[in-house]
């Protein structure tokens, strides 16, 4: 159901008690003979038009609902209740007791025989005021309570959002450094050739050497470029001024291997050579069995570590997997580094799954497709 939708039922069953308190009205002045009908029913009407209207609930309609029951007496007491539900329900306890008080006292000065204090109602003339100002007071609490607890919601909902968007931003980052790296250094490797072969000029053809001179132009203009673009995604601290940019790509083994050097139990096996895969595809594997490993470190302490790769066309494979083990509680993680994988291989027009394998068992699985017109040794051609 809509907010809108409750609104409208929450009024629609507003103005049902308040038809009914003034319908309360005019049968409490029957049954003492109905001496002022007319008087206590038009008063009633009021009385409920101004509880029925949000802009005069407060303050009109506590102040007149109060000197129209502390004239009139027992017809106009349901009125009244509602009055002392809505100030309560408003944080208005104090206002809401000095009111009943007032109507109280001044109806016992009143000596009508609708008076609240004739008979033996003496209990229900305390006992209602009481009943709605508590009632009130628990349902205004409650109400507030269900809003801080929707609003907290919804901040942690929004919160989410912006720390997996911030993962992925992160993760496009990253990508964009590592091939600002990798592509550095294969356009400086086109650079060097290409000058070494231009210095030999004798030897060779006129066109030959001026396009080997326009390739190392080319070439240079490139890294300069892609420097300039790129180049403001590392880290600062990381590469300082004039350092030389080597390649960012190292593979799983490696990795298997410091993680083995850890403590960790390591299973590899690699099905092809690295070659025959993209680059992006060799980083990506790097990065998932980097987190995979990781989380493996974080919840399921001494487990052993299964890690399968395989770098074949059509699509480079990639799976993780550990049995339960005991989770570790000296460490703590953002819990996004799988959204920000999962961003880097959704770019790769590939797909990632991650999720419990069973008995309390983990797997990380990644399919990403191979370009078409790509070669075995990984170079599009």
Excluded at 58 to 74: D, K, N, R, S, Y
Excluded at 250 to 259: F, I, S, Y
Excluded at 297 to 314: E, L, N, Q
Aim: net charge positive.
């Amino acid at each position: 159901m809509s907010s809108r939708e409750s609104r409208r039922w929450a009024a629609c069953g507003r103005g049902a008690l308040v038809a009914l308190c003034v319908l309360a009205a005019a049968l409490n002045d029957l049954s003492f003979d109905g001496r002022h009908l007319a008087p206590v029913v038009t008063a009633a009407l009021v009385c409920g038009v101004v509880l029925l209207v949000p802009r005069l609930r407060w303050p009109v309609a506590p102040l007149l609902v109060t000197v129209a029951t502390a004239w009139w007496g027992w017809p106009l007491l349901p009125l009244l209740t509602v009055a002392l539900f809505d100030l309560a329900m408003d944080r208005r306890a104090r206002v809401a007791v000095g009111c009943a008080v007032a109507a109280l006292s001044a109806n016992l000065l009143s000596y009508r025989a609708t008076s609240l204090w004739t008979g033996q109602a003496y209990a229900s003339t305390v006992l209602l005021p009481v009943l709605a100002v508590l009632v009130g007071l628990w349902l205004g609490s409650r109400r507030r309570l269900i809003q801080a607890l929707a609003a907290h919601v919804e901040h942690l909902h929004i919160e989410s959002q912006l720390r997996e968007e911030a993962a992925r931003v992160a993760e496009r980052s990253r990508i964009a450094a590592e091939m600002h790296d990798v592509l550095a250094h294969r356009l400086s490797l086109i650079a060097l050739h290409t000058g070494v072969l231009a210095t030999r000029n004798d030897t060779l053809p006129a066109p030959v050497t001026e396009r080997l001179g326009l390739l190392r132009t080319t070439s240079v203009e490139a890294l300069t470029d892609l420097r300039d673009v790129l180049g403001v995604l590392r880290d600062p601290d990381a590469t300082p001024p004039g350092t030389t940019l080597t390649p960012a790509i190292r593979e799983v083994g490696e990795l298997a291997d410091e993680a083995r050097a850890a403590g960790q139990h390591i299973e590899l096996t690699t099905d092809g050579r690295p070659e025959q895969a993209p680059t992006t595809h060799r980083l990506a594997v790097y990065r998932i069995v980097q987190e995979a490993l990781t989380n493996a470190r974080k919840h399921a302490d001494g487990a052993p570590v299964t890690v399968r790769v395989d770098y074949r066309p059509p699509a480079t494979l990639v799976e993780v997997a550990n049995p339960a083990g005991t989770p570790r509680t000296d460490t703590v993680g953002s819990g996004y580094g799988l959204v920000g994988l999962r961003e880097r291989v959704t770019a790769l027009g590939g797909r990632l799954n991650a999720g419990p394998a069973g008995a309390g068992a983990w797997r990380v699985a990644a399919r990403i497709p191979h370009p078409l017109g790509t070669e075995q040794n990984g170079i599009p051609t």
